[in-house]
């Protein structure tokens, strides 16, 4: 089994920054992914950005050049560096870990992009 854990959400002003962290515990030594993913009211889950063990990360064009993840080993921690905030990316962000046969969850953190 595996347990997430975010933190770091809340409400900052647009053009503001946030930083999300996720923190990993249990079975850990076969992941190959971890990411964020978003959902707003009334839309769909969407990623936002993804990372393996191995290559680049990969993001949602939406976020491109704004939003950075990236992971530490040694504290078994992704997180998702939020630059240049726009109100369309208020949303419960999702922290996510994928094993060759299961996808985890975690329990999600509100970002409230608002003046």
């Known amino acids: 089994q595996v347990q997430l854990v975010e933190s770091g959400g809340g409400l900052v002003q647009p053009g503001g920054s946030l930083r999300l962290s996720c923190a990993a515990s249990?079975?850990?030594?076969?992941?190959?992914?971890m990411a964020w993913y978003r959902q707003a009211p009334g839309n769909q889950r969407e990623l936002v950005a993804r990372?393996?063990?191995?290559?680049?990360?990969t993001y949602a064009d939406t976020v491109k050049g704004r939003f950075f993840i990236s992971i530490d080993n040694a504290k078994a921690t992704v997180s998702l560096q939020m630059n240049s905030l726009k109100p369309e990316d208020t949303a419960v962000y999702y922290c996510?870990?994928?094993?060759?046969?299961?996808?985890?969850w975690g329990q999600g953190t509100q970002v409230t992009v608002s003046s």
């Open positions: 249990g079975r850990l030594f076969n992941w190959y992914t």
């Open positions: 996510n870990l994928n094993t060759p046969r299961e996808a985890y």
């Open positions: 990372i393996g063990r191995d290559g680049p990360p």
